[in-house]
C-alpha cells in the first residue's frame, strides 16, 4: 500500500511486456536499484522470475505473481522504462545499465531530475517529481514532472518567473516559440549573442515531452547541453584563442594581428558573466592563460564565438593606431563625467539613469550640457581637432571607408 508520501504510477500493459521480455531475454535489468532476471541467477533464463529493489526482493515468481510484483513496484518498473525505451541511450557496464557516452540528452534530462546525485530511491525521487524538479540552466528554470504512467514532462521559464502564476505568463506549448522569446530583449532589441543575461521573462512553455524541452533549451542555448555534457566526460574540444584566429580567412582574417593584452581585454570586454553567460574555457593558446575571470557558469565556452571575432577584428584596426597627445580644457568635474559616461555605457546602465538624477554624471541633461559646453560645431571635444590640421580622423575609428560599419552589415561570418 502506498503512503501519502508515495507516487505509485500506472503500469501500462505495454511496460511490464517489455520487462517480461528483459527478464525472458536476458541478460535482465539492473537500473536505478531495480533488478529483475529469469532464474535464480541472470544468465539462467529458465525457472522463476526475480524482481528486487532496494526495498525487498521476490525471488522464483510465475509470470502472473511477477506481474503483481512489478505493479507493486511500479516506480522502479516505469522509471527504468522511461530511460530505457522513451529517452533511450543506455549502455550496459558490468551488467548495469548506465549513460551511453556523448548521449547528451540522456545526460541532461537525467540532470534536470537529479536522477545521478546517488541519494535518492525512485519513490523519493517520483514523490519530488510529483511536485516538480526545477533547475536553472542559464537564465532557464527547467522544471520535470511526472506523468500517470511514469513518463515526464517538463516546462520552462525564465528564472525570475520562478514562483509567477501561469496567468501572469505567456503561455507556449511549442518548442519552437522558444526562438521567438530569445530573439529580442525585454526592450525589443535584437540579441546577436543568445547566451547574454538579457533573455526576457514573462513567458512559458509547456507540456513538453522528453525530445522537445532538450529542443527548446538548444534553441535559447545552442549547443550548451552538448558542451557541457562533453566537459563532464572530459571530452570537450576547446579551441584557443591564436588557433580560432588563424583559422579566420577574409575580412576577419586580421584579427590573428591582436596582442596578447588585447585578447585578454576582450575576454574582459565580452566573456565575463555579466556579459555572457557560458564560461570560458579559451585563452590566449593551450599555454597562456588570460586574466580575466572565467565565469561561473554552468555550460563551458569552448572557442571564441562569432560576436567576438567580429567584434575584434574592429578592435584590430583600433589597435593599429599610435597614441597620439592632445590638449583638452575641462574642469576636475568634467573629466570625471566622461568617466562616468564610459563606465555607465560599459556597465549598460544608460537606460536606468532617471532623466531627474543630475547627480550622476552620465544623465542625459548632465552629457547634453557638457555637449553645448565643451564641443565646437564640428563635434570636438573641447574645440580640439582630432587630426592635427583639422581633418575628420574618420569617425576616431583610425580606419579606412572600407572598415566602416562592416561589422554588422556585411554578410561574411567569421569561421566557427
Ligand atoms: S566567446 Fe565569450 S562572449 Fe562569446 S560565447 Fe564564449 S564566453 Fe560568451
Request: proline letters at 5%; one cysteine or more.
Amino acid at each position: 500500500m502506498a503512503t501519502d508520501a508515495e507516487v505509485r504510477p500506472d503500469l501500462p500493459a505495454r511496460q511490464f511486456d517489455a520487462l517480461l521480455d528483459a527478464a525472458n531475454e536476458g541478460p535482465g535489468v539492473q537500473f536505478d536499484g531495480l533488478y529483475v532476471h529469469r532464474g535464480a541467477e541472470d544468465y539462467d533464463r529458465l525457472g522463476g522470475y526475480t524482481l528486487g529493489t532496494p526495498e525487498e526482493e521476490r525471488t522464483n515468481l510465475s509470470e502472473s505473481e511477477f506481474h503483481a510484483a512489478a505493479a507493486a513496484r511500479a516506480e522502479y518498473v516505469t522509471n527504468w522504462y522511461f530511460w530505457r525505451h522513451v529517452v533511450g541511450g543506455a549502455e550496459r557496464r558490468g551488467g548495469v545499465e548506465g549513460d551511453a557516452p556523448r548521449h547528451h540528452r540522456r545526460a541532461f534530462l537525467r540532470w534536470v531530475e537529479r536522477a545521478d546525485d546517488g541519494d535518492q530511491t525512485v519513490p523519493e525521487r517520483y514523490a519530488a517529481l510529483a511536485g516538480g524538479v526545477s533547475r536553472e540552466w542559464g537564465q532557464l528554470r527547467v522544471t520535470a514532472t511526472l506523468g500517470p504512467a511514469g513518463e515526464r514532462r517538463y516546462e520552462l521559464r525564465h528564472v525570475d518567473d520562478a514562483d509567477a502564476s501561469l496567468d501572469d505568463l505567456d503561455a507556449f506549448d511549442d518548442p519552437l516559440a522558444a526562438r521567438d522569446v530569445a530573439t529580442y530583449d525585454e526592450k525589443g532589441r535584437y540579441r546577436p549573442l543568445k547566451t547574454a543575461p538579457t533573455l526576457r521573462s514573462g513567458w512559458v512553455i509547456r507540456n513538453l515531452d522528453q525530445r522537445a524541452v532538450v529542443q527548446a533549451v538548444d534553441a535559447f542555448y545552442p549547443a550548451t547541453i552538448a558542451n557541457w555534457n562533453l566537459e563532464r566526460a572530459g571530452e570537450l574540444d576547446v579551441s584557443h584563442w591564436d588557433e580560432t584566429a588563424e583559422r579566420q580567412t577574409g575580412i576577419y582574417d586580421v584579427v590573428d594581428e591582436l596582442s596578447g593584452d588585447a585578447v585578454d581585454r576582450i575576454a574582459e570586454s565580452c566573456c565575463v558573466d555579466s556579459q555572457c553567460l557560458k564560461r570560458r574555457m579559451w585563452d590566449e593558446n593551450e599555454e597562456t592563460e588570460l586574466g580575466p575571470e572565467r565565469g561561473e557558469g554552468i555550460f563551458p565556452c569552448r572557442e571564441p564565438c562569432s560576436l567576438v571575432i567580429a567584434a575584434a577584428r574592429k578592435w584590430t584596426t583600433l589597435e593599429r593606431e599610435e597614441p597620439r597627445t592632445y590638449e583638452f580644457e575641462l574642469t576636475p568635474s568634467e573629466k570625471e563625467q566622461l568617466e562616468e559616461i564610459v563606465d555607465a555605457v560599459a556597465d549598460g546602465r544608460i537606460d536606468e539613469i532617471r532623466e531627474a538624477d543630475v547627480y550622476d554624471g552620465a544623465n542625459r541633461y548632465r552629457a547634453r550640457y557638457l555637449r553645448a559646453k565643451r564641443f565646437d560645431e564640428e563635434g570636438n571635444l573641447s574645440g580640439t581637432p582630432t587630426e592635427p590640421d583639422g581633418a575628420d580622423a574618420g569617425g576616431g575609428s583610425g580606419g579606412d571607408a572600407s572598415e566602416s560599419g562592416e561589422a554588422d552589415g556585411d554578410e561574411a561570418e567569421p569561421a566557427e
